[in-house]
């Protein structure tokens, strides 16, 4: 198999840019940092992107979206450039498709920020999408070329919509932002009540669950959840993160919501486990190789 991925130096990008790799896959990547080391490697211009190129010279079985902007903050302070690199990209790499190699399944990575503040819980692929960020909005305009794409164009198009992603190589987010902290700061001081729940999944289980969609989904504009479906409450999530740093400092609670944030979160993952997908990672195991790697980092 010939595996395309867009935004290989990411987070999630570069580790399914090394999971592939080590399955014996061609893989290529493809992203806007210099790199002239790297086989199969494709360039692109942070401003004007542009795919024609490549699937006008290449052939690739998948194509996988890891690219775009990731921070809700972000989207409020700079819409316009959320917009760019979270659905216009996706409008240039499905027109690309089209024109040069329709047969390539094509996989966009989403994100849970789609759903909003959920009516209930577990939250369903069929679930109400009512985003509460511009960020989660441009993911669901997103999300919508690719239902286009496919009804209109006959593209194999799928959305993959991952919850709250973790892992090695990630600077940004709550676990980065305790790991900060707690090495810093005598107490922490933390968004929220504490109460506020989230559907963590552990990249190397992200990459896992990619596989099974490849393998087995219906390519059909459809969308899948990424997640564990286990509900966890940030206050637990500070307090595992005491735990394994064996700290005795103070968290606190400022009682203040972020703009964006969505209160609750547990995904239905019934779609995926279908297909064969188990969790390997526990939450408490995923966190205690982020804190030795970002040890490690310092």
């Known amino acids: 198999m010939k595996i395309l991925i867009i935004g290989s130096k990411g987070f999630i990008g570069s580790a ?13 990547g493809c992203d806007i940092v210099n790199d002239y080391t790297s086989e199969n490697y494709f360039q692109i211009d942070a401003t004007n992107s542009d795919f024609h190129q490549i699937f006008k010279s290449y052939d690739f079985d998948v194509c996988i979206n890891c690219s775009g902007a990731a ?3 972000q989207s ?22 089209k024109e040069y190699q329709p047969n390539c399944k094509f996989v966009n990575l989403s994100s849970a920020a789609v759903y909003g503040n959920p009516i209930e819980l577990p939250i369903k692929e069929s679930s109400i999408c009512n985003p509460i960020s ?24 799928c959305n993959v919509r991952i919850f709250s992603a973790f ?27 504490g109460e506020e729940t989230r559907d963590f999944i552990h990249v190397d289980d992200i990459i896992s669950a990619l596989t099974y969609v490849i393998k087995n989904g219906d390519f059909k504009g459809e969308s899948y ?34 703009e964006g944030d ?37």
């Open 71 to 73: 921070s809700v903050p």
């Open 16 to 28: 399914a840019l090394n999971f592939y790799l080590h399955k014996n896959y061609v893989v290529f």
């Open 134 to 157: 511009p960020y989660g909005i441009h993911k669901k305009f997103a999300e919508e070329l690719c239902t286009e794409y496919q009804a209109y164009f006959n593209l194999r198009t």
């Open 225 to 258: 959840n990424i997640a564990n479906g286990q509900e966890i409450k940030i206050k637990d999530i500070a307090k595992l993160f005491a735990k394994l740093t064996g700290s005795q400092k103070t968290i606190i609670f400022n009682q203040q919501q972020k």
């Open 76 to 97: 409020l302070q700079n819409p316009l450039r959320d917009f760019t690199l979270n659905t216009y990209n996706v409008a240039k790499l499905l027109e690309a498709i």
């Open 262 to 298: 969505p209160i609750f979160w547990r995904a239905d993952i019934t779609k995926i486990k279908s297909f064969g997908y188990e969790q390997k990672i526990s939450i408490e195991e995923g966190l205690r190789k982020y804190i030795q790697w970002a040890n490690e980092q310092n």
């Open 167 to 193: 892992g090695n190589g990630l600077k940004k987010q709550l676990i980065w932002d305790l790991y900060q902290k707690f090495k810093t700061q005598n107490s922490i001081e933390l968004f929220g009540t």
